[in-house]
Structure formats: C-alpha cells, structure tokens
C-alpha cells in the first residue's frame, strides 16, 4: 500500500492514523477472514490490500482466519489456493493461519453463557415459519412459541443438538434479541444449526454449527484483532456484531468498519455463479485466464504489484461508486509489463515470405536489445534467412488508402533488419494466397532508403528458426457491462463467444524452452504470459493478458 500522500481516497487508513495519533490504540491488528468455499477474486483482492496494508504501514499485524463454519460447501483444496494467492500477492500473514473451527469450543461455551443469562433459546421452528415470525421491514415479528423456555431446558436441548441427537432442520439456538427491533438482523438471529456433515478441520466431533453473525465478533475479538473491516452489506450486521461483544465476556471489543466492496464491468463476483461456471465446464476451472479469481488473473500474466496498484487507484471510501472501469485493471497491469517485460517477436497467422534475392543458405543474425529501455534483460539473437514467415494481417492485396504495411508492389520495414518489397503473390488453385515473394534492399539496415520513405514496420520470425507456439487470445468472458443486472435474464445468456480464441503462431527462436509463467511483450502485438499449466507439459502456450492500447491512459488525458 502506498504512504497516506497516495491521491487515491482511504478513509480507514485516515480514521487509523488519528487514532495512533490520538493514542486510542497502539498496534493495529487487522484480518483476512475468507470462507473456503471457492477461489479468491479481484474484490477479494481489494480486502486483502487493505487489511494486510493497513498492517503493515503502522507497523502491525494481519490474521488469515478462514471462516469455516459451513463444512458443506467448504474444502481443503479451497484453503490451499487462497492461502498461495495470499503469499502471491506479497503478503505475510502474522503468525499461523487461523481457522473459526478452532474457537468452536469458546464459541459453544459462550451460547451457553447467553442461555444461562436468558439471552438465547432452542427454537424449534421450521426455516420457513422462522422466516415467517421474522416479519418484514415494514411489520414488526412474532415472538416463536418456543422463546420462553427455561434456562434448564435450553442448556439440556443445547447439548443434546451438540451431540447429534436431533435432525438437521429440527432445531436451532436463536439470541433472545428484539423481534420488534426495525433492524431485523436483531429479531432473534439464529446461532446455531444443526448439520450432520464431517468437518475439514474437526471431522465429526460437532453436529451443530455456528453462524457467521455468531462466529465473526468473537473470533475477531479471541484473536485480539482491533479493526474488523469489511464490505457494506454487513453495515446493518454491525449493531449485532456489537450486540455480542456486549453480551459475551469477551477480552476485548474490536470496532467494525465497512468499506465500499468492487464492482468491476464486464466482470461477475458472486462465488456462486463463479462456480456454476466451474461446474458447467463453461470456463477451465477456477484458474481459467477468463475468471476473476486471483489465481486466474495470475495464469493470464497479471503481476502481483498489478493487482496491488489497480487496488491502490480504485481507493477505499464508504459510497458506492457504482462501477470500476475494467480499463483501470488492463492500465494497471500494462503500465507493469511495459516496464518489465522482455520483447520478443511472434507471428499469430503465418504467412511465408520468400526473400528472392537472399541465397538458399543464406544465415544473418541480427543482436537486439531484450529490452528498449533495460540494458539489464541482455541482448536477444533473431535469424534472418531466405523464408519468413510474417503475419497475415500485416498483407493486404487492395489495401486502404493509410494502410501502411506490406502490399503488392509496396515497401515496409521487418522489424530490427531490412525495407523489403513485395513482388509477387503466390496463389493456390483456389485462389488462396500461399506466399509473397520479395525482395530485400540490403542498403537500409540501420537506415531509411534513398530518396523514397517507408513508413511501415512489421514483425517476422525465420521460418528455419522459429518455434511453434499455442497462443490464446482472451478477451472478457461477458458482453456487457453488468452480467448479473437483469434479474429477469440468465446471465449465460451475457457470456462472449469470441472470449477465447486460439491460434497457432510461430515464435523467434530464443522462445524455445522458456518458464512457466514467463511475461513478455510480442512486438506489435500485446503482452503475453506462458501458461503455467501447459508448458509443464511440454507444450509452448502462451495466454494474452492485455493488448498494446490503453483506453483508460486515453480517459486519464482528456480528464
């Protein structure tokens, strides 16, 4: 995170510093809390900035605590992947991961307390007459039947729900709150469920768990965390969050604050429909380059400081401002690549060339620089030889007026060597363009051609030195700006059919054999990342993150 001179807004950070400053607190401990229910994304990413951040620059801590009180929908694989994005992203979590799991003992002992004190009760409603009692936000709720049982009673029936004796849906512990109360979040929440599901972490020792309202606080509070931040939807749990800090011994009180959770165009954040995409085969799993999750933006090419800047310019403010400009993201991971990663040459749609006037034999290696403006990348080595192949795109027989590339009887410049000069075009029997013949002006290497201009410049590999390649073009996985928005419309309905398309390309030769994960700049072409699953196999893939044009640099200009 940047220093509080950042231009970007944090009202937390700012509430924080006076704090400090006021000596209302001496260390800062924040924390991660993600249910293990999926992967990581983008506005998770945001939380993990700004809970790790804020740790860090006023020199305190950050828990990673997973909230695992749902084992249904929970696994360990989950745990794993968030707890790599985590340390992807470049953050240490203070101490060993938490879990919610592990306070279950303390949190059953304080439903107890509240029993005992006449501030909780076994309700034996179903969910929907629960639902029922619970009115709406204009009519007051109904008191259960069940609401004035004994302590005695309730602690018997509590244990006997602990141990399994009853059926899920059967019964539930409910706060004794205010069914009248305008916030409904306060009409006797329910605490614990009964679920006969084996746990990751407990396996089968509890057959009832709490629920997030009940775990939340008290953990927060066991770990001694000071500001427990989080998105807005949970400004109306907040009186409840305090309501059980109040009600419970607890060593401490640790003070709530929401912020204003990401919404990003063209982009889907609900865990569910992430999965459903999962499950569906739609996407290649949750690390899919398409998917907003962590993982996938890494295996796209993303960069760690990308993701933090993006994080940094969108701010933190209490107001919804409604949409974040998908174009902030590709900005921010451009700006990166731009400055770090290497060029290299690779030709997308084949086409040969044949350079007439260059020998059968004939090998000229041109040295150029790994990197325009970083002497530190080294120098790279591109053959050149009798055949080449260019892009085909950069060909056109009856070009437009400003097309300034390769045509019949035209001039253009191969990038880093010589002006060539189309002569002939090479057809099929069908018509289809086969391969151009040219020829070379070897007097232009270094410099322009006498007394004429070429104004266009294109990339080649040789065609007896270059590597094949699997390039993936990918693009948003939905057509418009808000996928979910219409409840009325599925938003499958949204999905883009061109959001991957995949071709087979021919790379310059120093490709060959490069990493997983290797980020790099195709010359005229877009920032590339090779995918980490892929080459593992042997295989050269490499995933598109973001193309050469930044709209949002163009937005920033004209503002």
């Known amino acids: 995170m940047s220093n509080d001179s950042t231009s970007a807004p944090n009202f937390i950070r700012n509430q924080i510093r006076e704090e400090v400053d006021a000596g209302k607190v001496e260390t800062i401990v924040t924390r991660f809390p993600p249910e293990p229910n999926g992967f990581l ?42 707890k790599e994005d985590v340390a992807w992203l470049g953050f240490q979590w203070a101490g060993e991961v938490r879990f919610a799991s592990d306070y279950f003992g303390q949190l059953y002992a304080w439903a107890q307390h509240l029993v005992r004190e006449g501030k909780a009760y076994v309700d034996d409603l179903s969910p929907d007459e629960i639902r029922e009692y619970r009115g709406t936000l204009t009519e007051p709720g109904r008191p259960s039947p069940y609401r004035e049982r004994s302590v005695d009673e309730n602690l018997d029936l509590l244990e006997r729900m602990r141990i399994g004796e009853f059926a899920e849906g059967e019964k539930v512990l409910r706060a004794k709150i205010d069914m009248a109360s305008p916030n409904i979040n306060l009409r006797d929440p329910i605490l614990y ?42 400004e109306d749990h907040r009186p409840l969050y305090e309501w059980f800090l109040d009600n419970l011994p607890v060593p401490c009180k640790p003070r709530q604050i929401e912020f204003a959770r990401l919404n990003l165009n063209y982009t ?84 040969k060339v044949v350079l007439t ?7 000229e290696v041109f040295e150029v620089p790994g990197h325009p403006a970083r002497d530190d990348m080294g120098m790279r080595k591109l053959p050149l030889t009798r055949e080449i192949w260019i892009d085909a795109d950069d060909f056109m027989e009856e070009p437009p007026k400003k097309f300034f590339r ?36 070897f007097d232009t290497l270094g410099k322009n051609p006498e007394g004429r201009k070429v104004k266009g410049v294109i990339h080649w590999v040789s065609a007896a030195h270059g590597v094949p390649v699997e390039v993936r073009l990918y693009d948003n996985l939905f057509q418009v700006e808000s996928p979910d928005k219409d409840k009325d419309t599925d938003f499958l309905a949204h999905l883009n059919p061109e959001s991957l398309v995949t071709l087979e390309g021919i790379g310059e030769p120093g490709l060959a054999g490069v990493s997983p994960e290797t980020r790099l700049q195709f010359e005229r072409v877009g920032y590339f990342c090779t995918d980490r699953h892929a080459c593992r196999d042997g295989r050269l893939v490499f995933n598109r993150t973001v193309g050469l044009k930044d709209s949002w640099a163009k937005i920033q200009k004209k503002d």
């Open 268 to 351: 889907l954040t609900s865990k569910r429909k992430l999965k459903l995409l999962v499950d569906e085969g739609i996407v290649d799993g949750w690390d899919d380059p398409r998917m907003p999750t962590i993982s996938g933006m890494r295996r796209r090419g993303y960069t760690p400081a990308s993701i933090r800047k993006f994080c940094e310019m969108i701010g933190v403010t209490r107001a919804d401002g409604g949409l974040v400009d998908i174009a902030m993201l590709y900005h921010a991971i451009r700006a990166d690549l731009e400055d770090n990663a290497p060029r290299a040459m690779c030709v997308l749609k084949p086409l």
């Open 193 to 234: 469920r009964i679920r006969h599901a084996s746990h990751h972490q407990t396996g089968d020792k509890w057959k009832i768990y709490p629920s997030y309202d009940f775990t939340h606080g008290q953990s927060d509070a066991i770990e001694g965390v000071t500001h427990s931040i989080c998105t807005l939807e949970f």
């Open 357 to 363: 006037n260059v020998p059968a034999d004939h090998e």
């Open 406 to 441: 390769l045509a019949p009887g035209k001039e253009v410049r191969l990038r880093n060597a010589y002006v060539i000069r189309c002569d002939e075009v090479i057809k099929n029997a069908a018509g289809e363009i086969e391969a151009l013949h040219c020829s070379v002006d």
């Open 41 to 82: 994304h983008i506005g998770h990413a945001k939380s993990i900035c700004l809970n790790f951040g804020l740790a860090e620059q006023f020199g305190g801590g950050c828990h990673l605590r997973f909230d695992d009180t749902n084992p249904a929908k929970e696994e360990q694989a989950y745990i794993d992947a968030i």
